[in-house]
């Protein structure tokens, strides 16, 4: 009796024991992530600590924002963070600084949401040959910028993969001459959704190099020196893809093939003569579809014969008056032969082009459904 009775006690102290620390624990880590009281920033430093609310990325009350420049040491930087340990910081920015390098162990024990760097020159972004980047956040980090800071293609950025929470990775104006096939990867694929590499020196990309990113929204690949770009480099999902003020003479047949996610393509300031039907028949009839050639070299020929046969003409004939639907918008000019030199793009006709039978009217009273079948076969 006295026996089984002490059992049931010493099972009830136990429970209680676990009971309790357990509660400790939950405290703690609630406590390990209170939001920083911006008191403790003294003003007149490097640093200002500010509250935002409801803010375009972030629709969360008492954001705590930490704004850093002229940050001359690492030492410096981690005196400044002290009072932000054990804490949250929604937003960290730098700016205008000399760390040298990036520590993998700075945010070690602050849960940040954003970090946001700039004209801040890094020899890397790691610590040690093994260690991962920004460790501590890898459930936390949603956004990470790293602009004008002098990277190159030799940066191990395959060392981001465990950042399983990154959705908006901005490397633009670097030094990056190459995209390689390793970098995005691991579970940043299933995370990211705006990757932006503009105004680096990007002259190759390797086969696969954004593939595996399923959940890409955003690729801005402007301002740089890509030459060819191939549909095997590109996820499926792009929304937006800005290919503007490269040096694309061609665009690769079937580059848009099953992009039914499609909705912006930016190719101003390339070397493009004509829009080929082969590359745009993917895509063409999404009536969501922007299109933007500015900028380019395009001779207005018979190539665009295609092109002019969605273009409306006049007529007093009912046959004729049914026009396709409108399917995309077009944004560009000619430039060549000289008759046709700053005409839009929408408004060249089957007459100007001398297209003949190519625009006969049988294919043009078949309607949208023609249209679409011919020039959208994935579109369905």
Request: glycine share 6%.
């Amino acid at each position: 009796m006295f026996l089984s009775h002490h059992k049931r006690s010493t099972r009830g102290r136990d429970g209680a024991s676990v009971l309790l620390a357990l509660v400790s624990v939950v405290s703690g880590v609630t406590a390990h992530w209170l939001s920083l009281d911006c008191a403790k920033f003294a003003p007149g430093g490097p640093c200002n600590c500010t509250v935002h609310d409801r803010t375009p990325n972030n629709q969360s009350r008492n954001q705590v924002w930490i704004t850093c420049s002229n940050v001359t040491s690492l030492e410096e930087l981690g005196g400044i963070l002290a009072p932000a340990r054990h804490h949250r910081v929604d937003k960290f920015q730098l700016g205008v600084s000399t760390l040298g390098h990036l520590p993998s162990n700075l945010f070690l024990d602050v849960r940040v949401s954003e970090v946001h760097l700039w004209d801040t020159p890094l020899a890397s972004f790691v610590q040690g040959d093994s260690d991962d980047a920004l460790l501590g956040l890898q459930d936390t980090l949603r956004s990470l910028a790293l602009r004008r800071c002098a990277l190159n293609s030799s940066q191990p950025f395959h060392r981001m993969g465990h950042l399983r929470a990154l959705e908006m990775l901005d490397l633009s104006f670097n030094q990056l001459t190459t995209v390689r096939a390793s970098w995005f990867k691991a579970q940043l694929s299933g995370s990211l959704r705006s990757l932006l590499l503009r105004g680096n020196r990007i002259n190759r990309i390797e086969n696969g190099a954004f593939a595996m990113l399923y959940r890409l929204f955003q690729l801005d690949l402007s301002q740089n020196n890509i030459a060819n770009i191939e549909r095997s480099m590109l996820p499926d999902t792009l929304f937006f893809l800005d290919l503007s003020d490269n040096r694309l003479s061609v665009l690769s047949p079937l580059l848009f093939d099953k992009m039914t996610s499609l909705r912006r393509v930016y190719l101003n300031g390339n070397r493009l003569t004509t829009l080929d039907r082969a590359v745009w028949a993917a895509v063409w009839s999404n009536p969501k579809l922007g299109v933007e050639v500015h900028g380019n070299p395009v001779v207005c020929d018979r190539r665009l014969c295609w092109l002019a046969r969605l273009v409306p003409r006049e007529c007093h004939s009912r046959d004729c008056q049914r026009s396709p639907a409108d399917y995309r918008q077009l944004d560009g000019r000619c430039n060549a032969p000289p008759t046709m030199a700053g005409r839009h793009l929408t408004h060249v006709d089957c007459d100007s082009l001398v297209c003949g039978t190519a625009c006969d009217s049988a294919a043009r009273r078949a309607g949208d459904e023609y249209l679409a079948n011919e020039l959208s076969p994935f579109w369905r």
